[in-house]
């Protein structure tokens, strides 16, 4: 992050639920980001960052622009409901990613439209950033809105919000966009004339300027991945490498609208692939790699592919995961290289209980093929298998759904190798999408969904299966936005007005606000869930995909004549209209020529196929880790360890790495000290150690593996701190196979930013560099933001109450005013607090931008926003128009609060002050604390476990905003967020800035550094 100082950083993110979220902390970014002068595209997944960070498309898209010159790019997520009720209350708007930037400053804004339940979020970064809603209200300074992906194929629900829609593949259509507003930028022209010169892309909607678009069809390239993949340090919902292998699918689920959105089957070299698999996992540390598309086992050389690089990934310890595998081309190499690493589930798609029905959806297999697919994958040993059924499919029984009951019994009944064995039954409800064969047909209503549910809980229940039933409203909202016309406009604003976001989450998705929208604007669920008349328009029809409008309707017609239309890759042309550019046993390659296929493959090609012609779609394999302290010494990034103590253990105290190693001849261990600072504070225990297992992969070192079912590093670390706390001297314990000399720069540029490693101790063995049970923890504590915010509330009283009112605000937020309303000022992105404060704890100094110092009504919205405006109303009185005497009062009028059930001990505490009460939160709090210590005060912590201040000193208050704490660790110690919260509203502690500054153990000489304990219970001795 670019500006580590700003208020999104310092005020609002330690509040937040997930912080790593909205930090700076990723590795490989092909960008710089943000810079004035530039071309600057901000590319915004609307979900939030775990889930955005697992979609490649859009790291598709963010290579493509970060190649281009002079064009700054950055990635962008929606907040959770936490941050935006904090953004809201302090006039905090949305910001970039990497460098923080206000999103209202870029040229162009880029939405990724995967999922019709993002629609919300869309208008939730558009307002935050301040950008009008409608894109004919906004003015000629406004960036540039664009969406494109899946969803966008019906734009018309949120065509209003876009300037442009980018129909089919982004990857050409894009740059060509960019480069065009790049030079009619240079150039002065007016926003109008930009927006109209984006219908001259083939490929890209303009509302009111384009009649109608074809999508762009993107044949693939060799350049398409880059040689650094982008790593999150925060932990994401697919933590792996996923390497597209191919794009589109000819099988034609008729309800399937990615199979006809992605067409025709573009496929990638097995040398393209391999090479993106290597180069991708020696840059990112990652420990599984998947093979991505809609139809992997479509693949034409995917055995050819599997046999080139499982040596390479089972010397490194990487496993395989292979979505989208059939039966019938599933070899033994294949099954050989899922299970090299970690042997652990499939995933079948039957999606229909009968025969019948699968006929009916063009997904043709007997129910025999499903068992004896199932048979094989059991007997390999594998201990878990999910099965996906759809409910409420065109011309579906109760018949078939007790098909579905059957073939689960017939599952259940088969002979296993584990006794372990778990079988899922996933249960999801059919929606229509547009430019599918299904297109035209009705979607059952929720009550009709949940009668089907609750007949399949019935039959069952009981046995030894695990059901998962979707909530059938996610569906029927889902539907109606897929199909929705223009009059959905309305009902999506004033849905997002009453306060929907994060619609496809379970707990966040609030069905009634869209039942009141629909009802709203005369409109209701089952109106907007009917058949379509095949014989009139669509509102979509302006959209031609690849695929063909009477190709989709005469698939409709055989879907309800129960006839299999085959897959053209192997069988005659289907006549589906796409531009496949080869002719009948033609596959299109990367190569840029027709490839010939031999034959489909077939029993003979694998002893271990299913019979020929039967096919299982859809196998997934997916895997299921004492000299007082002081301020200066913070900011010199002091060792615990003197260098008189180094040399007398003889160590070095550069790196800390004993240089004859004593060990070779079986596995060893080393301590690796690190600091983890700024950015990297936020970060969670367990997202901490995996960025350092990527990191320890990367580095290429001979690491010991543990044995069994799912082998892992071998690593332990040291005790956790809290989401939020920096700490100087933290270490993690490794073990490699064999003693090496490695030195703390091999990690440098491994490790997100403010990682570092700072000392390696070691080799030694598990004995030596055990750790005793006590232990001492030195912090430093500091006061300076709750300081700012002290004085920030005392200014923002003077104010009146007209300019407070000002702090952005929506329905369904705290502090609310009316949608539309206008930040605290027109950049407030860039407005920031300095760092310094005086050593007498003043006032900070506040940065200017546009002649306006700000920050003072930012911290007393985030205040009410944290605490509630009552307590504020008790502050109130105490303040004065004078603000450092006013503080002074508004300080007593706070601990006067903060210690109404510590009564007894307040007025001790006021009269130890004496004289010193106003010099600054630390000292007042510091000298809170000292005299609940010499009280010896019991208090219940977190969770309610007893706590006490045994073993509790408070070192050192510092002028400077600071308090030295060590604590000696007992059963009974309390943590140091305890600890902070004793003396302060508990709500406000993670504003305070916590730092560890060593953590001793006792050994023989003492509490020592743990990087010294293995060698002194060698006895010194290198």
Known sequence: MKDAGCFTYNAIIPFVERPSRYTYSELNLASGGFESGRFNVLLVFPDTYEIGMSHQGIQFLYQRAARMDGVGVELGFAPWPDMERLMRASGEPYRSKQTATSAKRFDLIGFSMTYELHFTNMLLVLDLAGVALESGDRGEDDPIIVAGGPAATNPLPFVNAVDAVFIGDGEESLVEAIEILKGLKAKGATRAERVRALASIEGVYVDGVSSRVVSRLYRLGRDDFADRVIVPSSGIVHDRLSVEVMRGCTRGCRFCHAGMFYRPTRE????????????????????????????????SRLDELVARISPWLEKRHVSLAMPSLRPETITSRIIEASSLVRKSGFTLAPEAGTE?????????????????????????????????????????????LEGIVRLVDRILSLPRSSRRFKLSVSISPFVPKPHTPFQWERQCTVDEFLEKEHYLRDRLRGKRIHLSLRDPRFSVLEGIMARGGREMWDVLVDAFHAGCRFDGWSGEMRFELWEEALGKNGLSFEQLLGARNP?????????????????LLRERSRAFEGEITADCRTGPCTGCGADCNRGPGELKTTDGGAERLAEPLTPESSEESLPSGQRLD??????????????????????????AEGAALGMGTSSGTFQEPRYSAQPVRYRLIFEKMESARFLSHMELLDSIRRALRRAGLPLNYSKGFNPHIRLSAGPSLPVGAEGLREFVDIELERAV????????????????????AGPFSRSEGKLSARSRHEYIVSMRELWRMIKGIAESHGRTAGERSKRRAHPGMPGKVEPGGNPLTSDVAEQKWTDGIGADGGMPNLAQEGGEAVGTSRWLGLYEALVGTSSYAEWKPAARANVPEGAEGLIRAYLEIVQREKRAFFEEFLSAMGGDLFKGPALVFGSALRVFIEKKVAFTGARGRERSLEGVKVKRISGDGTIDVTIEITQSSPTIRELVALVMDERLVPIVRITRVSVKYEGPEGFVDPAALPLLRRGGRD
């Open 268 to 299: 990638r070299s097995v040398e393209e692939i391999a090479d993106a698999i290597m180069k991708g996992i020696e840059s990112s540390g990652w420990q599984e790699v998947s093979l991505m598309s809609l139809s992997t086992s479509d693949y």
């Open 356 to 400: 019948r029905l699968r006929r009916v959806i063009n997904k043709w297999m007997t129910d025999d093929v499903i068992v004896e697919g199932c048979e094989r994958i059991l007997s390999a040993g594998w201990k878990s298998l999910k099965l996906y059924f759809m409910i409420g499919l065109p011309t579906e029984t109760e018949e078939d």
């Open 535 to 551: 014989d009139e328009p669509l509102p979509w029809d302006f959209v031609r995909l690849q695929v063909a409008k009477p190709f």
């Open 618 to 643: 859809t196998l997934n394999i997916k895997p299921e880790a004492e000299a007082p302290l002081s301020a200066e010494r913070l900011e010199s990034g002091a060792q615990s360890i003197s260098a």
């Open 741 to 760: 000399q490695i030195e703390p720069e091999r990690f440098d540029h491994l490790l997100p930013c403010g990682l570092r490693i700072k000392e390696i």
